[in-house]
């Protein structure tokens, strides 16, 4: 999984640090985004690219903590996300970044252009990382991005259809979620379905309980073995301070917030 993926930008975009802050320098906007940051540039583009439309994009990015005149402006002048290419016009969106990796309890749509009675959709990822598709029964899906497994599909299938067009469109994303734990109003997995800082997951618990330590909550992660602490401070990050602990969450990040 390269740099563009989804997942791991979450972890470059944010320029993710340890207690020993280190950071990546970004080379300066140019051209329409010289007046737009490169994180909200990167957030809207990476939304694009999932099939948001621009008001939930919007919604969104405002909800993440950025102003809504600053959010409009970045929209009014970043050009559109490029589409994927394809012989197909009518081919649908696969729903995420080419490099989503597909997931136990994901729900997918396998789509067989002018073969409707080949196509699956929708069917949910089990915990074998199977899913039925009709001719060609169980096949393996999880652990392939979604042009891989429209290959492999597409492979399988040609016994039966001549030249199989197949798409793969992630419907909802269930295997990456993070975890609200402490004096947040609301605990517990929250799914991943477009990316999301802390501060926007703090928003969807309903806030922090009267009795958070509101400039005491941290993230923490577990990578490679290893794990980290990112400190948050609500009251700063929410009054535009410290915005760089408002940090991309990942996959299996808990955020908790002390009483």
């Known amino acids: ?4 993926s989804f997942w791991m930008a979450a972890f470059l975009l944010g320029g993710m640090v340890t207690i020993a802050t280190t950071s990546v320098a970004q080379a300066p906007p140019k051209g329409k985004q010289a007046g737009i940051a490169k994180d909200l540039a990167d957030y ?3 939304g694009r690219k999932m099939g948001l439309n621009e008001d939930e994009l919007r919604s969104n990015a405002v909800r993440a903590g950025w102003k809504p005149n600053v959010v ?18 009518d ?9 989503y990796i597909i997931g136990e309890a994901d729900v997918v749509g396998v789509v067989v252009y002018k073969e409707p009675d080949a196509s699956a959709n929708p069917v949910v990822v089990r915990a074998d990382g199977k899913i039925t598709v009709p001719f060609i029964k169980d096949v393996v899906v999880a652990g392939m991005t979604p042009a891989q497994a429209e290959k492999m599909i597409a492979t399988k299938l040609m016994p039966f259809i001549n030249e199989p067009d197949v798409s ?3 419907r909802e994303v269930h295997s990456k979620r993070i975890y609200l734990v402490g004096a947040l109003k609301k605990n517990g997995p929250v799914d991943l379905k477009y990316p999301m800082t802390v501060l926007q997951a703090i928003t969807e618990a309903g ?18 073995g290893q794990t980290f602490t990112f400190q ?17 969450l990942k996959p299996g990040d808990y955020v908790v917030a002390l009483q």
């Open 168 to 170: 793969v469109i992630v």
């Open 1 to 4: 999984m390269n740099r563009r």
């Open 44 to 46: 809207v583009q990476e």
């Open 207 to 224: 806030g922090p309980t009267d009795f958070a330590k509101r400039k005491k909550m941290y993230v923490r992660r577990q990578e490679n």
């Open 91 to 99: 081919r649908p969106e696969r729903g995420v970044p080419e490099e």
């Open 72 to 89: 409009d402006d970045a929209l009014k002048g970043l050009p559109p996300a490029t589409p994927n290419q394809s012989n197909n016009p």
């Open 232 to 248: 948050f401070d609500y009251d700063a990050v929410l009054s535009g301070q410290k915005v760089e602990q408002n940090i991309w």
